[in-house]
Nanobody, 116 residues
């Protein structure tokens, strides 16, 4: 099992930036996925961005394309989500995840609130 700890959430005005971090307790295979979902109030958890620990590929949901960037630091077992030009509709709890030998592992979530 892999423990994930997120940080970096907070309150920001529209147009501002935040960087979320998610540190894994141990390494997984480099071709396995790591990424972010988010859950807005009253809505289901939704996909945001994903890469692999090797960085082989990166995908984003359309609404964040060009504003968010996912990256990772394999030496520190950490994945980042740089969020620029934030909008009120980006307000949500953001969850990181990584696939591992035991399946998909989730972090506890970090709140991002964007004021208009």
């Amino acid at each position: 099992q892999v423990q994930l700890v997120e940080s970096g959430g907070g309150l920001v005005q529209a147009g501002g930036s935040l960087r979320l971090s998610c540190r894994a307790s141990k390494r997984t295979f480099r071709n396995l996925n790591v990424g972010w979902f988010r859950q807005a109030p009253g809505k289901e958890r939704a996909f945001v961005a994903e890469t692999t620990w090797s960085g082989f590929r990166t995908i984003y949901t359309e609404s964040v394309e060009g504003r968010f960037t996912i990256s990772r630091d394999n030496a520190d077992n950490t994945v980042y989500l740089q969020m620029n030009n934030l909008k009120p509709e980006d307000t949500a709890v953001y969850y990181c995840y990584t696939d591992a030998e035991n399946g998909r592992n989730w972090g506890q979530g970090t709140q991002v609130t964007v004021s208009s």
